[in-house]
């Protein structure tokens, strides 16, 4: 497939925590033939493992994972109205938008209270989750369940379209991105053995990855993720967090882990003599499945990610200018994963 | 640990915020000088002093105390030379750090914020060390700021931690470490990584050593427990509840060497825990605190509940290894000699 194609199509799959199928299957389709081993974990991750002709000295894992943020559907309302739960979101992101319900992609919109209705002292408010509702036009609860709706999983009908300048904008680069980067990592000629994990309920708090961690016992992980620009309108300096356009994110901490710092240097310095921007995050935020991998695995980890303008709401907005100078680097870090292993396993280590 | 307060000071001066605990590598390599114990430090920073039994397929026991303190992290030079911070670690008030002399590589500086010290939070202190200009400094971000506040020793028993934390816990796995038991069980005495982030060290420690029994030492605030009155058992943490049979090896342990000890089950949120990694891992849980008051400031303990740690510890992993064996652990070498 293309390679714009392929990204497109990652980010319109749908891929829900707890309903990664359909992305991972998409996944395999396109690795399966280069890879030398493909499997499902029992928690259902995606693994797969691609033989290089050389050693690279020690085991390397390149991680990202699958799932996305949406819906849950969680009960039928006698007139046909769904009430859902929301993954990853803040209910201000959602509030009129459109979804896909289940296999089916069955269009449903969430709906919000027109403002003539709207009393005074409602206007202020942001209503929970809890008192929304999916709208499928169903008039009652018979007709909704027909169409199979209960307990399916909701996405964004946001489609991926390119927008001024360099940028595209779509549901799901968080972390389809990521995805991607490694679909094409693991597609391309590369001297070293190395694994490839898919993982599942990442936004649900991390909860595939420990179980890669266990399985595969890295002695090292790369990471690669979408994280969030805060370079919006009139937010400035430090706060921006990471600004779109400046290159791949090479985070040093966040919520969840403190890169192992030998790596971050050496990944900065890399990206120096390669000339590939780079750029690091001024706020310590969030947090990935690095976090997991060093408390599972206890393996170093490195973090490389691509700046994106509204994660976790229906569109985001990524310039395609900074995913190439995160591949340029994964790519350039591939080639040297003798010397990443010897700087994890060497130095002050065993008496 | 006869003379606390140069120890105290000696691991004060490792220099351990999270994230580069490296600097104690050196302290337990000097004061474990033997050879017999193996001491390594994994890729998150863990360091772990292993004493095999020497039998195969043995049980592990696991015993833990965090290795590191409370700084902050650079995360941003600003053009006039501010050097930004965020806060490493939970469970320290900030507000008393305004104005303390820090030290981040070859920068010295003090800790300022444009906010009242009594607001701010995480992300508002920086680093002000007279430069006006981000050129003059040589601080990167990533770089790991340590506050200088040396511990104090005080009347009456009384030490003042003054942010040191759990890491003075490590005087007390070394103490134990040094005695060199002949014990019919591995142990692994592990001075655990970014503890203060989470307990991800002990995490990682529970996940690669898969432990049979997983013992963890940290700072507690006192409040239902005294300080001065003896280690605390902790029937639970945060996290979950300990094991039932642990906790009352511990106290037996105690009894047998006729120290006092303190019992608690008050889950206190501040602390981070391990023990669901522990028991993720199949291993038997114990807890064992350090009352501490005013914990979120000058962190004030007894020495004598200090050096009662280190005492009921050996004295448990002798209790142990006698439930295991059904009789008498032979004493190390030194200790018959006398």
């Known amino acids: 497939m293309n390679r714009l194609n392929l990204l497109k199509a990652l980010c319109e799959a749908p891929g829900v925590s707890g309903f990664e199928e359909p992305v991972l299957s998409l996944i395999e389709q396109e690795i399966a033939p280069f890879c030398h081993g493909l499997f499902y974990d029992r928690a259902g991750n995606l693994i797969a493992f691609r033989k290089g002709n050389q050693e690279s000295g020690g085991c390397v894992l390149y991680s990202c994972h699958a799932d996305e943020v949406g819906f849950v559907i969680t009960h039928i309302e006698e007139d046909g109205r769904l009430r859902f739960e929301a993954i990853g979101m803040d209910p201000k992101v959602f509030t009129g938008r459109k979804v896909l319900i289940g296999e089916n992609k069955i269009p449903g919109l969430i709906a919000v209270k027109p403002a003539h209705l709207v009393k005074k002292e409602e206007r202020d408010q942001i209503p929970s989750a809890e008192d929304m509702y999916i709208d499928i036009g169903a008039t009652c609860r018979r007709e909704a369940e027909e169409l199979g709706v209960f307990a399916q999983s909701a996405v964004f009908d946001s489609p991926f379209r390119p927008m001024g300048g360099h940028t595209v904008v779509s549901k799901a680069l968080d972390d389809r991105v990521g995805c991607f980067l490694l679909c094409q990592l693991l597609m391309s000629e590369r001297p070293y053995d190395a694994w490839f994990a898919f993982c599942v309920g990442e936004e649900l708090g991390l909860r595939g990855s420990p179980a890669v961690a266990r399985q595969v016992k890295p002695d090292l992980c790369i990471n690669v993720e979408c994280t969030t620009a805060g370079d919006l309108c009139g937010v400035e300096g430090r706060t921006r967090t990471c600004v779109l356009g400046e290159g791949a994110v090479l985070p040093f901490m966040d919520g969840a882990s403190l890169y192992t710092p030998s790596l971050y240097r050496a990944a900065r310095k890399l990206a120096q003599e390669q000339n590939i921007p780079v750029q690091t995050k001024t706020l310590i935020a969030g947090g990935t499945d690095a976090g997991a991998y060093q408390r599972s695995a206890g393996c170093a980890v490195l973090g490389l990610a691509v700046p994106t303008r509204y994660i976790h709401s229906a569109n985001s907005l990524m310039d395609l200018r900074d995913m190439e100078a995160a591949e340029k680097l994964l790519r350039k870090l591939d080639e040297r994963l003798p010397s990443l292993i010897q700087l994890v396993k060497g130095g002050e280590h065993h008496e | ?338």
């Open chain 2, 1 to 338: 640990m006869n003379d606390i307060a140069s120890a105290l000071s000696a691991l004060y001066s490792c220099k351990t915020v999270s994230g580069s605990e490296e600097g104690l590598l050196d302290f337990i390599r000097e004061t474990l000088p033997e050879p017999s114990r193996q001491v390594t430090r994994d890729t998150l920073g863990n360091v772990t002093v292993y004493c095999p039994c020497g039998k195969p397929g043995a049980k592990r026991l696991l015993v833990t105390a965090p290795a590191d303190e409370f700084g902050f992290i650079v995360t941003y030079i600003d053009p006039d030379g501010k050097i930004r911070l965020h806060a490493q670690g939970t469970g320290v008030s900030l507000a008393p750090l305004y104005g303390l002399s820090a030290v981040c590589g070859e920068e010295t500086g003090v800790l300022l914020s444009e906010k009242d010290p009594a607001e701010a939070g995480e992300d508002d202190f920086y680093l002000d060390t007279g430069a006006s200009d981000a050129g003059e400094i040589a601080a990167v971000q990533g770089d790991l700021v340590w506050i200088n506040r040396p511990p104090v020793v005080l009347r009456n028993d009384r030490l003042c931690l003054s942010g040191m934390g759990g890491k003075a816990l490590c005087l007390c796995l070394t103490e134990v470490a040094r005695l060199a038991m002949r014990l019919s069980f591995d142990v692994y005495y592990v001075f655990a990584a970014q503890n203060r982030l989470g307990a991800r060290g002990a995490k990682a420690a529970a996940e690669t050593l898969r432990p049979d029994i997983a013992v963890s030492l940290d700072l507690y605030p006192a409040g239902d427990t005294k300080v001065g009155k003896g280690p605390v058992i902790y029937a639970a943490d945060a996290a979950g509840r300990a094991t039932l049979s642990v906790v009352e090896s511990l106290k037996k342990a105690a009894e047998s060497i006729g120290i006092s000890y303190q019992v608690s089950a008050k889950k206190h949120k501040t602390v981070p825990s391990a023990l669901t990694s522990f028991a993720a891992a199949g291993a038997q849980t114990g807890i064992l605190g350090l009352p501490c008051e005013k914990f979120d400031t000058v962190q004030q303990i007894s020495e004598k509940d200090l050096k009662s740690m280190s005492a009921l510890l050996s004295a448990y992993l002798i209790f142990e290894d006698e439930t295991i064996t059904g009789g008498e652990t032979p004493l190390p070498e030194k200790e018959k000699e006398e």
